[in-house]
């Protein structure tokens, strides 16, 4: 994809090679085994491959987005400013054309990603707004979560929310089923709710982590529902029509939720055999689904690891942290 700098100021930044090493066994084509980006000025909460993989974009507490090279000297693209609150989760849409932001200025905001300009501000939540994401076919759907108590659901076409979930407490994680037929949340009662959006309706509940949620992410096929607890458990759960009544299929461990009570998001693997997590012990997790163990623990931050993102066609783990920095790993296959 073709990428212009957006029309902003552009911050230099720095790039450091950490693994110049002869002869050690490559998995991708980062330019080296492990990438650390710096630049952001405070805490990183986000960060996102874009669809093709050749662009990552990052953001946090201090409101910038910033688009990065995932290739050669991961040069810095460009920054993009216009929230006045901390960016709690961001998100490319499907085409990798635009950038979905959530924020804590109370609104969310569409990005283009060819000129870095904001197409589109969506207002309505009362309250910080922790989540948002994109439907992953169909018209341009977003859907968001906030303190508020809400959920609404917008059109990227449309001005004001095209429909509004009341729940009794704030929400922390949203996103929509495979085929945009539901909304799915998560708050600080520990539930995950699966909202139909023909009936404007609760379909049914996922009960088992016993504290609150920071992260939601539909496996590839959209059959699976990857959740992340401060109870610090990862779960997993059957999300297909017609699925047994006891839904959650895995619990994984490992990861630790620390007294930052931080928004820690989850992610799979394209091929679905791997999930990964932030943790509040500054590590990175990756887990195998089949065996539930633990086939990584990475160290290199020093806070909170706040998310992971898993690159869509290469063995790379992007993790975004507490400690201003980004760090782009190769695994093994």
């Known amino acids: 994809m073709p990428f212009k700098k957006p029309r902003n100021e552009l911050i230099p930044m720095q790039k450091k090679d950490l693994a110049i090493q002869s002869g050690i066994h490559r998995t991708s084509k980062l330019e080296a085994p492990i990438m650390l980006l710096t630049g952001h000025e405070g805490d990183i909460f986000t960060g996102k491959f874009s669809p093709d993989g050749n662009i990552l974009a990052t953001s946090g507490f201090d409101r910038m987005i910033l688009f990065w090279n995932v290739y050669d000297e991961c040069d810095n693209l460009g920054v993009l400013r216009g929230h006045t ?54 018209p341009q759907l977003i859907c968001s979560g906030a303190d508020d108590g809400t959920i609404k659901l917008w059109d990227a076409r449309k001005k004001g929310a095209v429909q509004t979930f009341q729940n009794v407490y704030q929400v922390t994680a949203v996103t929509f089923s495979d085929t945009a037929e539901q909304i799915i949340s998560g708050g600080i009662d520990n539930d995950i709710k699966v909202w139909d959006l023909r ?36 779960r997993i759960w059957d999300v297909r029509p017609f699925a047994p ?89």
């Not at 920071?214 to 699976?224: A, F, I, K």
């Open 85 to 138: 609150g901390a960016v709690m989760e961001l998100h490319f849409s499907t085409d990798g054309s635009q950038v979905f932001t959530a924020s804590t200025d109370k609104n969310l905001a569409i990005w283009d990603v060819d000129t870095g300009i904001r197409i589109k501000k969506l207002k309505g939540h009362q309250g910080f707004v922790n989540s948002c994401n994109p439907a992953r076919r169909g």
């Open 245 to 333: 009544q006891e839904r959650c299929v895995k619990i994984l461990q490992g990861h630790q939720h620390s007294f930052e009570k931080n928004l820690l998001r989850c992610s799979w693997s394209t091929d679905g055999r791997k999930v990964a997590a932030g943790s509040g012990d500054r590590f990175v997790y990756i887990w195998d689904t089949t065996s539930r163990q633990v086939l990584y623990k990475l160290p290199g931050h020093a806070g909170s690891v706040n998310e992971v993102d898993f690159h869509p066609y290469e063995p790379i783990i992007m993790s975004c942290s507490s400690d201003k920095k980004v760090y782009l790993g190769e695994i093994d296959y």
């Open 199 to 234: 009936k404007n309706d609760i379909l049914y509940r996922l009960r088992g982590h016993t504290d609150t949620l920071t992260g939601l992410e539909l496996s590839p096929d959209g059959s699976y529902l990857l959740s992340n607890g401060m109870d610090s458990t990862l």
